[in-house]
């Protein structure tokens, strides 16, 4: 059974920083990409950072230069490091694990973990 387990979430003063964590089981790890998405309330849920098995990544613009996302293989757990906290920084944040075999397309995600921003 496949479970992702974010946590890190919180209430922040804008400015602050935080780091979420995403544990993963009952995968391979180190051969899925892992995403960080978001979604704010009455919003659509967006992508801000992508790493792949070998640890490329890849920011949404909006986030570039504050958002860093990193994994640790030997842990199962992907991390997302978020500096200069904005208010609309405020969401709940989700991870999700993908990779493609075959042509088929496995995808798993985390419950989630809430951050909000206070101003």
């Known amino acids: 059974?496949?479970?992702?387990?974010?946590?890190?979430?919180?209430?922040v003063q804008a400015g602050g920083s935080l780091r979420l964590s995403c544990?993963?089981?009952?995968?391979?790890?180190?051969?899925?990409?892992m995403?960080?998405?978001?979604?704010?309330?009455?919003?659509?849920?967006?992508?801000?950072?992508?790493i792949t098995g070998g640890g490329s990544t890849n920011y949404a613009d909006s986030v570039k230069g504050r958002f860093t996302i990193s994994r640790?293989?030997?842990?199962?757990?992907?991390?997302?490091?978020i500096n200069?906290?904005?208010?609309?920084?405020?969401?709940?944040?989700?991870?999700?694990?993908?990779?493609?075999l075959s042509g088929r397309e496995y995808a798993y995600w985390g419950q989630g973990t809430q951050v909000t921003v206070s101003s």
Not at 35 to 50: C, F, S
Not at 72 to 81: G, R
Not at 84 to 100: F, G, Q, V
């Open 1 to 11: 059974q496949v479970q992702l387990v974010e946590s890190g979430g919180g209430l």
């Open 23 to 33: 544990a993963a089981s009952g995968i391979i790890f180190g051969i899925y990409a």
């Open 35 to 50: 995403d960080w998405y978001r979604q704010a309330p009455g919003k659509k849920r967006e992508l801000v950072a992508t």
């Open 72 to 81: 640790d293989n030997a842990k199962d757990t992907v991390y997302l490091q």
């Open 84 to 100: 200069s906290l904005k208010s609309e920084d405020t969401a709940i944040y989700y991870c999700n694990a993908h990779r493609t």
